[in-house]
C-alpha cells in the first residue's frame, strides 16, 4: 500500500461545482502539504499544515481551503471550481525537521470545463 | 520572482555518459537542497540533498555540487542509465521559512538506450 495516498486519481467536473480532494498518510508524519503542478512549472505550494491544530496558507491559497481532520488527513478543497484550477495537484508529507525530505502521493488530475 | 531555477527545460544523453542538471537560486537564506526524480503518474520522490555547510554530497550514482558563492547547484548522474528518465525538481528550503521548501520548473532527462 502506499504511504501516502490521494483521491481520486482524476476528476473532472464543472465550473462552479465544489470539490473535494482527500490525502491520507500512514507514514506518521506530523507535517502535510498541497501542492499544485501545471504544465512545464514547478510545484507551488497552496496549503501546508505542521499539525492537526495549525494550518497555514502557501504562495497560491486564493480560491482553496483545507481541513486537517486527523494526523493522517488533509483534504483540499475548492468551494467555486473555475477552469484555471485545472493543474496536477499533490499531497506531501514529512517529520516534523526542516531538512527532511517530503513524500509525495501519486498526485490527482482535475480538470474543470 | 522566482527564487528557484532550473534554466534548462530538458536534456539528452546517451546511456553510460554524464547527466548534468543545474540549479539556480537567488535567496540567500536557502540553507538546505534536495533533488527529486518525478516519472510520469507519479509523484516526486527524494532523490539526494545537500545542507550549505558541505559543497558535495554523493550516494551511488548521483551527487550533487554546491557552490554557495554563485548561488548554484548541480546534479551528476554517472553513468546514466535509459531508467533515469524523468523529470528532476530542485527544492530549496530555508530553517527561517519553516522549512518550507522552494521547487524549480524542473528538467525533464532523457537517457538513450
Known amino acids: 500500500d502506499a504511504d501516502v495516498t490521494q483521491t481520486p486519481r482524476n476528476r473532472i467536473t464543472k465550473t462552479g461545482k465544489r470539490i473535494m480532494l482527500e490525502c491520507s498518510q500512514t507514514?506518521?508524519?506530523?507535517?502535510m502539504y498541497w501542492y499544485r503542478q501545471d504544465p512545464g512549472l514547478g510545484l507551488r505550494l497552496i496549503y501546508y499544515?505542521?499539525?492537526?491544530?495549525?494550518?497555514n496558507k502557501g504562495e497560491i491559497s486564493d480560491g482553496y481551503s483545507v481541513s486537517r481532520q486527523a494526523q493522517a488527513k488533509f483534504s483540499l478543497s475548492l468551494e467555486s471550481a473555475i477552469p484555471n484550477q485545472t493543474a496536477l495537484y499533490f499531497c506531501a508529507t514529512s517529520q516534523g525537521l526542516y531538512n527532511q525530505p517530503q513524500h509525495f502521493g501519486d498526485g490527482t488530475r482535475l480538470s474543470i470545463l | 520572482d522566482q527564487q528557484v531555477k532550473q534554466n534548462s527545460p530538458s536534456l539528452s544523453v546517451q546511456e553510460g555518459r554524464i547527466s548534468i542538471l543545474n540549479c539556480d537560486y537567488t535567496?540567500?537564506?536557502?540553507?538546505?537542497f534536495l533533488w527529486y526524480k518525478k516519472y510520469p503518474a507519479e509523484g516526486p520522490t527524494f532523490l539526494i540533498s545537500i545542507s550549505s555547510i558541505k559543497d558535495k554530497n554523493e550516494d551511488g550514482r548521483f551527487t550533487v555540487f554546491l557552490n554557495k558563492s554563485a548561488k548554484h547547484l548541480s546534479l551528476h548522474i554517472v553513468p546514466s542509465q535509459p531508467g533515469d528518465s524523468a523529470v528532476y525538481f530542485c527544492?530549496?528550503?530555508?530553517?527561517?521559512?519553516?522549512?518550507?521548501?522552494?521547487f524549480g520548473d524542473g528538467t525533464t532527462l532523457t537517457v538513450k538506450p
Open positions: 527544492a530549496a528550503s530555508a530553517l527561517t521559512n519553516a522549512g518550507k521548501s522552494t
Open positions: 535567496n540567500s537564506m536557502f540553507d538546505y
Open positions: 499544515s505542521f499539525d492537526v491544530k495549525d494550518i
Open positions: 507514514k506518521g508524519h506530523d507535517r
